[in-house]
């Protein structure tokens, strides 16, 4: 006979065990590497990146979008004006790749939701057999042998849910940007990027999108709510961010633990 017995419960159980053993080591060595960089960084302030060219960047892709058919430029009879041209003498408004201009973020947003949904129902079913043809002429005999309600059910459900939002976000601030790229209808595609170092904490803004060189003002700036597709992110690293993010180890058990 043999000593061992199979058990497809247990199996199971050390299969889940040797996964989450797994995916702790995998996470582990990426923290690990994580963790050697900063170590080295001990007593030194965090490092600016360098200045590179956003188009040469992993991951970058060209922006396409919906394009109206070419139009052809046409000058008038003894005229200096043509079409489409947005001033008489030179424009120094920011026009093709490589040019830039200033992004004025401007961010004041204010929600407050409340909603609340209620249901109720309540259901009942009953069906029995009361008489048989001639039952009655058996009298109190027949009432016991017939049978009375053979089937009673009763239901009743209700719920209540309430829910609520409240934010309020304010930014302002301003960042140069440099056209990456002018889509054939003659609109910008703009990225700028800003970094800010303060003791050992750096901030880091950074803003891309569309604009219409029509919305460009005169001073070359342009306001970010005017700005299709915009991508705006505000935050930084450092000494402080670090102590304000949970442990690996806390985050790890967080997507893991079910309660």
Known sequence: ???FKYDAHNSSGLRRVALVSVSFAVLSFAGGCSSIDRLSQIGEKPKLTEIDNPTTQPGYKPVQMPMPKPEAVSYAPN?????????????????????LLTVTVSISDKANI?????????????????????????????????PGRILTADGTSSSDGKGSIQRSETLTTSVAAVVT????????????KQEIRVNYEIREL???????????QSDNTIDSTKIAQAR?????????????????GQQVMDILLPF
């Open 1 to 3: 006979m043999s000593m």
């Open 79 to 99: 005229s200096l004006w043509r079409n489409g041209s947005r001033a008489f003498f030179k424009d120094q408004r920011a026009h093709q790749v490589g040019d």
């Open 114 to 146: 409340a909603n609340e949904t209620q249901r109720s129902r309540t259901n009942k079913e009953d069906s029995g057999i009361t008489d048989f043809v001639g039952s009655k002429t058996l009298g109190a005999t027949g009432k016991n042998i017939l």
């Open 181 to 192: 790229q002018v889509l054939p209808n003659g609109n910008l595609v703009v990225e700028g």
């Open 206 to 216: 950074i803003v891309a999108g569309i604009v219409r060189p029509e919305d460009i």
């Open 232 to 248: 705006i992110s505000y935050g930084g690293r450092g000494q402080i961010t670090d102590i304000q993010q949970p442990r690996y």
